[in-house]
């Protein structure tokens, strides 16, 4: 079911503040930003080997994103793992007795379908399932 590990989301409360140290003092290829409205968060790519860091800046103080740095600050938000399809993820993980945030695909960045699984069904880790889309950086 899981082809690879797509990103980590890690939640901050400002790019510009954390985007210099992951390009410059890192080095990681920086991919550019991109608000997802839907989500009430902008975020920032870099991308590292096959995978991608994901910069979290919440743009609303409801958004799951600013409740998240409220509860816990800045840090390690979820970890993404790349899927073939999505909605069959969804199905199997379902029929598992996984309890998912979301039943049915949602809009994500770079043109991706996201869902998450509930960090209850996996032992506290915020996990987000994740297809790729028509954008690939």
Do not use: W
Not at 21 to 33: C, K, P, T, V
Not at 84 to 110: Q, V
Not at 120 to 133: D, I, M, P, Y
């Amino acid at each position: 079911m899981l082809t690879k590990i797509s990103h980590i989301g890690i939640a901050v409360t400002s790019l510009d503040a954390n985007i210099p140290f992951y390009r410059d003092n890192l080095g990681m290829e920086f991919a550019g930003i991109e608000e997802v409205a839907e989500q009430k968060v902008r975020v920032a790519m870099f991308q590292v080997g096959e995978s991608k860091i994901e910069l979290l800046e919440p743009t609303s103080e409801d958004s799951p994103v600013a409740r998240f740095i409220e509860k816990s600050g800045p840090g390690i938000h979820h970890i993404a793992y790349e899927v073939a399809d999505i909605e069959a993820a969804i199905a199997t993980l379902r029929a598992e007795g996984a309890r998912m945030i979301d039943e049915k695909p949602r809009n994500g960045a770079h043109g991706t379908r996201i869902a998450f699984i509930h960090p209850k069904s996996s032992n506290g880790v915020l996990t987000e399932l994740c297809q790729a889309g028509h954008e690939r950086i």
